[in-house]
């Protein structure tokens, strides 16, 4: 069985969409983080972390 792109409940920071996004494709959540923040200084990180937390839904 896949696993599906949902933002979890547990072990989120401020949204979920990094833990969302680590658990969907098994990587590490650090390593999603690190990837967001270095990309926020270019300035897509923040608009792309946003329109993420828009698309993806909550796990129920």
Do not use: H, N, Q
Request: aromatic share 12%; charged share 20%.
């Amino acid at each position: 069985m896949e696993r599906s792109l949902v933002r979890p409940p547990r072990g989120r920071v401020i949204a979920g969409v990094c833990a969302g996004l680590a658990d969907r494709f098994g990587i590490s959540r650090t390593l999603v983080r690190v990837g967001f923040v270095f990309f926020g200084l270019f300035g897509v990180g923040e608009l792309a972390y946003i329109v993420l937390w828009i698309l993806i839904p909550k796990a129920k």
